[in-house]
């Protein structure tokens, strides 16, 4: 019984992802400001009532697009690596996972993040990459490069957040010029400069 109350009706899925289809398309074309229900609503060709079946408002449904990115951004980041006798730095194939995630939705993550318009998906993945970082500078404690230089840690996570955020960004305006395992290595040679020997 409670397999069936946890599991979304594909239809509600698919209704779902029609009004975050528009809404990104919406958002390529005109300021957020001039978006309404009525214009996503039409975009994903459903009626009004639809859309109010699934959200309040469109700062209700910007809200549950940010907690789904975050749901997806937190599943990719604690996946196991696949091969655990892997010789490589252990964040360079999480990073890899990350870039290929974000790659696949490009369109949506370059309407989100690489514009200026909706800082909440931009607040929330920052707050999530600080809480990864955060997470590996306490597991290596002494042994981390905020250990060995004497950075404050704090501002060491500030840093290395912001970065992150920053380059995935960029890489986003620019296209993509880089593939997503080459751009996680530039990220571990960056990071650990004494390992590319």
Avoid: C
């Amino acid at each position: 019984m409670e397999n069936r109350t946890s599991r979304t009706d594909p239809r509600i899925l698919r209704t779902r992802q029609l009004l975050k289809d528009a809404f990104v398309e919406l958002l390529e074309e005109m300021e957020i400001e001039k978006i309404s229900v009525n214009r996503i609503a039409e975009r994903a060709t459903i009626n009004r009532v639809t859309f109010y079946l699934h959200y309040k408002d469109i700062p209700d449904m910007m809200e549950k697009m940010a907690d789904e990115m975050n749901e997806d951004l937190k599943r990719i980041l604690s996946e196991e690596l696949r091969d655990p006798t892997a010789t490589t730095d252990e964040d360079w194939p999480m990073m890899v996972n990350l870039l290929e995630h974000i790659a696949e939705h490009a369109k949506f993550y370059k309407v989100i993040l690489a514009s200026r318009r909706t800082p909440i998906f931009t607040e929330r993945m920052l707050k999530l990459l600080t809480e990864v970082i955060t997470a590996r500078v306490d597991k290596l404690g002494s042994e981390s490069s905020v250990g060995t230089t004497g950075v404050q840690k704090d501002i060491a996570i500030w840093y290395g957040s912001s970065a992150l955020i920053g380059t995935i960004v960029s890489w986003l305006r620019k296209d993509m010029p880089y593939t997503p395992a080459f751009l996680a290595k530039q990220f571990s040679l960056i990071r650990s400069p004494q390992k590319k020997k």
